[in-house]
């Protein structure tokens, strides 16, 4: 397939935005890209695709949503989102919960959403994994799997606190939702030294005890050796410096997601070089914590160097509408050119996918989706939407 004359938005730090290109895929994969005055193939084929007058995104990627863990119009029976008998469950797969047959898979994919990273919510002081999935190709979820996990979730503030205190259990504080999260990382990062010292010794004569399998400390291994990010649920600015706290204790590499006191404590998190995901930005203040919220969140840290990512936090704001939810950091003073990146790159960088994902460059997916006015005008919808080389139906 050729898509030429296009005006192609890359989001790749080399070529930036093409005026007038090309793009060339082949069995679901970006073979080449460049100027129209560059192409020396033939335009003569039947899969030719003339772009004039349009602009080619990189397909968009909501860094955070919960998109088919809490399924399309229905109440419990389609909430898999929270097991909300135990503050501690790091063990808990989104892939097993996750319904890829779910209505709101193809809106995303119709508006040019292509790939989620969507798992547990926010219950629990530790919710389970978040996984990295595209949107469109199949009804089974094991072949939409990008990365699995991306993250395991934990959750500061109100939320853990509000279900708990309904149960009459803990943790009902701040304080008790932090040491939840302590606790089981202690005793994660034990079982792993108890394990490595047990493998260092098996066989020799200081053989060591072999530790009982912990499925929870198993789950957390990957954390604690940095090959997965702590995804830290957090709102106001105590709980965003908690994260960070806990974060440091345990030397992990983490996200801040929601971070809606972020454009208060700005110049901290610049110093702190925290990375963020940020968003809804198309809701209400629905809780004391979400006071603060404000459509400059974005710009204010994109003024301090903070890296983030914006999210629908669907279903809170239905994930077809990820680039309105961009545009509205436009009008708080995002620079446009950020905003489109926040939806594509950059989420795909801060979820460690980027080799797949994010941008128009040779050798990733052939994810793109067409647009002939503005994508952050509520009006507009895709002429076309690509993923995995095939069009969106």
């Known amino acids: 397939m050729i898509i030429c004359n296009a005006r192609i938005f890359t989001a790749s730090d080399e070529n930036g935005i093409i005026e007038c290109g090309f793009i060339e895929t082949r069995g679901g994969v970006i073979t080449d890209v460049g100027s129209m005055e560059d192409f020396s193939g033939s335009l003569d084929s039947g899969d030719v695709i003339d772009a004039s007058g349009l602009t080619v995104y990189p397909a968009f990627v909501d860094a955070h949503c919960h998109i088919g863990i809490y399924e399309n119009g229905l109440g419990f029976e389609g909430d898999d989102g929270n097991e909300e008998t135990d503050p501690s469950t790091p063990h808990l797969r989104a892939t097993d919960a996750i319904n890829a047959a779910d209505l709101c898979f193809t809106e995303a994919a119709r508006a040019g959403v292509g790939t989620v990273v969507t798992g547990v919510g926010s219950a629990n002081p530790i919710g389970g994994s978040f996984i990295a ?199 708080g003073g995002l620079p446009r050119e950020e905003a489109v990146r926040a939806i594509t790159i950059t989420p795909a960088r801060i979820c460690g996918i980027d080799d797949r994902v994010g941008s128009i460059e040779p050798g990733k997916d052939a994810d793109f989706a067409a647009f002939r006015g503005e994508i952050f005008d509520i009006t507009e919808k895709p002429e076309f939407v690509i993923l995995g080389g095939k069009f969106v139906d």
């Open 133 to 331: 999935m595209k949107t469109y190709g199949s009804s089974r979820i094991d072949k939409l799997v990008i990365k699995d996990p991306v993250s395991i979730k934990f959750a500061l503030g109100e939320n853990p606190k509000r279900v708990y205190n309904d149960r009459d259990e803990t943790p009902m504080t701040r304080m008790a939702t932090a040491a939840i999260i302590r606790e089981q990382l202690y005793k994660a990062r034990r079982y792993l030294e108890d394990t490595e010292e047990y493998e260092r010794t098996k066989g020799s004569d200081d053989e060591t005890t072999r530790p009982d399998f912990d499925m929870k400390c198993e789950a957390l291994i990957p954390l604690l050796k940095r090959k997965v990010k702590a995804h830290f649920h957090c709102h106001r600015q105590d709980d965003i410096f908690t994260a960070i706290r806990i974060a440091k204790e345990f030397s992990l590499d983490y996200v801040l997601i929601h971070a809606t006191d972020g454009h208060l404590i700005a110049d901290e998190l610049g110093e702190e070089r925290s990375q963020c995901v940020i968003g809804p930005l198309l809701a209400d203040r629905c809780k004391p914590e979400l006071i603060n919220s404000n459509i400059c969140n974005a710009a204010k840290l994109y003024k301090k160097g903070v890296t983030f990512a914006i999210c629908t936090d669907h279903p809170e704001t239905p994930i077809q509408y990820l680039p309105v939810t961009a545009g509205i950091a436009v009008r």
